[in-house]
């Protein structure tokens, strides 16, 4: 199946070029928790692209020599170079050759930055992961000799899975779909599809308000989270409501019916806690504040008559999610009841997005037929 992104012979050589893209965070709607490897999703999820989290990278390329030693990779976080990050980068380019086989021939200058602060928990390898993806996916349409149109965001996504999972779902936008899932034809485990045309329009302009109550490093990483859910007593059963909860979910976001979307997404959220608090080791990722904006979010709605609802990440950070015609009094209850409960006041306005864009151009130096 994976033979389809084993690119064609390239038409032509380039000696030197540049290329830089901008891809977003996503949130999950629909929790991608357990994997087989890599990054073959044991659920299928769904996720809002959203678009003010986002990673920004430019990657330099240049014709190497000698191509018999590995790679050839400098890689900068916010201008400064950091050696730490290149075994993650190096694992990256062995999934990634098979389909990518020209990782060899040339230097690679990576240089990324955030657009949020470093420090604020929100984790980030969706987006770097995704943007890395296509600016490689993007030197090779060079080498295909395919114009701009030609991008194939669909391989972007499959390249961008195998540093991340979730990255396969930052390169489309403004919901997509990733994991084989009976009701939903062309989904697949190898990359993100959009689902966006199959939504009804109140989902198109959602508002993402991230709670930042918690900003220390993440207590668990991915990777062992996931493997948490191996000899989970309640791993089956999970497995097979995420993909009755999608298909609810996907009812219930054709016909715009949010009362049974805040259900959904706030069960889907509770449920991958709960997973982490019945795994052996068990984590408990919630913080005090965690439940205090939980309690106070969930009275305002009933009181209010309004939609908003929360979702949660492996971490104490709350998600508050509300359509556009409630932002108004949605982001006034947040700013004068729960912003207290974030660590320094920390929050992060953030809305559904279109997925990747490109930044630049910088015409290749060199191109010899
Ligand atoms: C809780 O995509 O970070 O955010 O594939 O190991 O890189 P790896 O994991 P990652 O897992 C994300 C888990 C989640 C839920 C989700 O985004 O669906």
């Known amino acids: 199946m994976s033979e ?6 390239y038409k032509v050589s380039i000696s030197e070029g540049s290329v830089c893209w901008q891809a977003p965070s996503n ?27 986002a990673t920004r990278t430019s990657v330099h390329f240049s014709e190497r020599k000698d191509r018999s030693s590995g790679y050839s ?13 290149l ?19 040339y ?24 943007a890395m993806a296509i600016c490689f996916v993007d030197i090779e349409r060079q080498l295909l000799e395919l114009p701009d149109e030609a991008l194939d965001l669909k391989k972007a996504s499959f390249i961008a899975r195998l540093g991340s999972g979730s990255a396969c779902r930052s390169l489309d936008g403004k919901i997509v779909e990733w994991g084989r899932h009976e009701d939903t034809p062309g989904s697949s485990d190898l990359y993100g599809i959009s689902w966006e045309l199959n939504a009804h329009e109140i989902f198109t302009s959602y508002h993402d308000t991230i709670l930042l109550i918690d900003k220390g490093e993440k207590q ?11 000899d989970h007593a309640y791993a089956e059963k999970r ?34 806690h709960a997973m982490m608090l019945t795994s052996k080791p068990s984590f408990i990722l919630m913080k005090p504040n965690t439940l205090e904006v939980i309690r106070k979010l969930q009275s305002f ?50 809305m559904v997005g279109d997925g990747a864009k490109k930044i630049s151009a910088v015409a290749s130096k060199t191109l010899v037929k």
């Not at 389809?4 to 012979?9: L, S, T, V």
């Not at 990779?73 to 990050?85: L, N, R, S, T, V």
């Not at 097979?240 to 996907?250: F, G, K, R, T």
């Open 4 to 9: 389809q992104f084993i690119p064609e012979k």
């Open 27 to 53: 949130i999950a709607l629909i929790k991608y928790w357990g994997k087989k490897e890599i990054q073959i999703p044991r659920n299928p999820s769904l996720s809002f692209t959203l678009s003010a989290c």
């Open 87 to 105: 075994p993650k980068i190096h694992t990256f380019f062995d999934r990634a050759e098979p389909y990518l086989p020209f990782l060899k021939s």
């Open 220 to 230: 668990v990483s991915s990777t062992v989270g996931h493997g948490l859910m191996e």
């Open 239 to 272: 497995f097979n409501q995420a993909h009755d909860h999608l298909s609810q979910l996907q009812q219930a976001m054709s016909t715009g019916d949010l009362d049974q979307f805040v259900t959904l997404v706030e069960l889907e959220a509770l449920t991958l």
């Open 301 to 350: 709605r009933e009181s209010s008559g309004l939609h908003p609802c929360f979702t949660l990440d492996a971490g104490a950070n709350v998600h508050i999610l509300y359509p556009e015609n409630e932002r108004e009094q949605v982001y006034q209850f947040i700013k004068n009841e729960l912003v207290d409960y974030c660590e320094n006041g920390g929050y992060i306005c953030d």
């Open 107 to 130: 230097h690679f200058e990576i240089r990324s930055e955030n657009t949020f602060p470093h420090s604020s928990g929100i984790a980030s390898s969706a987006s770097s992961m995704a």
């Open 73 to 85: 990779i400098d890689f900068y976080f916010e201008g400064a170079k950091k050696e730490e990050f």
